[in-house]
């Protein structure tokens, strides 16, 4: 019964290669997010789905790819990985549409190697 | 842009004591929901509080409150009866009222130390 599920939970991987990450939200939730956590432990967001629709896609290396084949589901697709792109990604979750001081549900993050 | 600030990077408490956490934002917003997230070693991320910018009371959860001081842009969240399982990263949300507004931006975080 898990609300916001992300898989895998650790990805080691060499440079060059190519990644996905994926997540699912069982919550009903309109709207789900890719945040990034760097080493330093800071969180920026790097893209944002409405119903399917990209609504944020920060400066993110086009290396990047934000799917969303329906709106419980938010992948994340990097191409020709690099050392930096080593940190911890969060997918999460809220829903707008109940209340603007819907929060966030954090799904337990995935924590990508890049060696 | 908003921006989001807590000012100190470690805190520490003894168990049983009470703390404050600092944050303060940057905002030319009215209307904006702020948040209190905690991080345990697992990583998980938990939702602590929530204050909604138009409501003058502040915010309780349990052991957990806030003093929201909309004028200065301050948001503090107060632990009382300091556990050992309180130990944690601490992030401080910011979301704007906008109905475009999704996003969420964090502060960089207090790691809180509680000693037995």
């Known amino acids: 019964d898990t609300a916001v599920s992300q898989t895998p939970k650790y990805l080691v991987t060499q440079m060059g290669n190519d990644k996905s990450i994926k997540c699912e939200q069982n919550?009903?939730?309109?709207?789900m997010y890719w945040y990034k956590q760097d080493s330093k432990k800071f969180l920026k967001i790097m893209f944002s789905?409405?119903?399917?629709?990209?609504?944020i896609n920060e400066t993110v290396p086009n290396r990047f790819s934000p799917k969303s084949p329906d709106k419980a589901h938010l992948n994340l697709h990097i191409n020709s990985l690099e050392l930096g792109d080593s940190a911890v990604y969060f997918c999460a979750s809220s829903h707008p549409s109940l209340g603007r001081n819907s929060p966030l549900h954090f799904g337990n993050g995935t924590r990508l190697t890049v060696t | 842009a908003q921006t989001v600030t807590q000012s100190q990077p470690e805190m520490s408490v003894q168990e049983a004591e009470t703390v404050t956490l600092s944050c303060t934002y940057d905002?030319?917003?009215?209307?904006?929901?702020l948040f209190w997230y905690k991080q345990p070693p697992s990583r998980q991320m938990i939702l602590v509080i929530r204050q909604e910018a138009y409501k003058q009371q502040n915010a309780t959860e349990n052991r957990f409150s806030v003093n929201f001081q909309k004028a200065a842009k301050s948001f503090s969240l107060k632990i009382s009866d300091s556990q050992l399982g309180d130990a944690a990263m601490y992030f401080c949300a910011y979301r704007s009222g906008d109905n475009y507004g999704q996003n969420f931006v964090f502060g960089p975080g207090t790691r809180l130390s509680v000693l037995p």
């Open positions: 919550l009903g939730h309109d709207t």
């Open positions: 789905y409405n119903n399917k629709e990209l609504i």
């Open positions: 905002t030319s917003e009215s209307d904006y929901y």
